[in-house]
């Protein structure tokens, strides 16, 4: 088990050696600086407390100054903790980066999803509207009935209703990692993962079945 945090950056697509076009996500992945291992003896359990992205001290409290200066590492944007099988080897102020995958590598990819605010059952449930034909009347994109009566008199839970749709973390399992730019600190991962340009992702090994 491996895993690190990156930036999704967007999608492109490059040629494979058979001439075949491959849509992939720019990820860039680490570098993420360690800050602290958990152990089971002190923690209860086993992962590795890491850092990424480069920001201003003046955006952070003077706890989240102080774990950065005992491990000797910049102002940090994203805390996360990490799995990893030998995570001893690794020690308090290094780095992990991308060179930790391979071409040709299976990886799960989690982020947040896209918000989309408050929307209807059309949009988040893939509903169907109402007939547009006269004997309906300004309820072409309402949900219809609940199913309740009069022994319930309320909605049961699990309806399929309006409401926030979005912003949920999602995970993407067994995507292929098609290229490794260790100068730019760059994964090419082979489909679509979750989330804005911009937003933070997590990859880390695929689970194997």
Not at 68 to 81: D, I, L, M, S, Y
Not at 172 to 185: A, M, Y
């Amino acid at each position: 088990m491996k895993e690190i945090l990156g930036k999704k950056l967007g999608m492109t697509q490059i040629f494979s050696p058979e001439g075949l076009i491959v849509p992939v996500t720019v990820v860039e992945a680490g570098p993420c600086s360690v800050l602290q291992r958990k152990t089971v003896e002190k923690d209860g359990y086993e992962a590795v407390k890491v850092a990424f992205q480069n920001t201003r001290e003046s955006l952070k409290n003077k706890a989240e100054l102080g774990e950065f200066k005992k491990a000797n590492v910049e102002a940090k944007k994203h805390v996360a903790e990490l799995k990893f099988d030998n995570y001893e080897n690794l020690a308090v102020g290094s780095e992990i980066k991308c060179d930790i995958f391979a071409e040709g590598e299976k990886v799960d990819v989690s982020g947040t999803t896209r918000g989309r605010g408050f929307t209807g059952v059309i949009q988040r449930w893939n509903h169907q509207r109402h007939r547009m034909t006269h004997g309906v009347s300004l309820v072409h994109r309402a949900p219809g009935s609940m199913g309740a009566n009069s022994s319930v008199s309320r909605v049961l839970k699990g309806m399929k209703g309006p409401g926030h749709y979005g912003h949920e973390t999602v995970t993407v399992q067994n995507l292929e990692v098609v290229k490794v730019d260790t100068n730019r600190n760059v994964l090419l991962i082979k489909g679509a993962i979750p989330g804005p340009k911009g937003s933070i992702v997590k990859i880390k090994s695929a689970v194997k079945a």
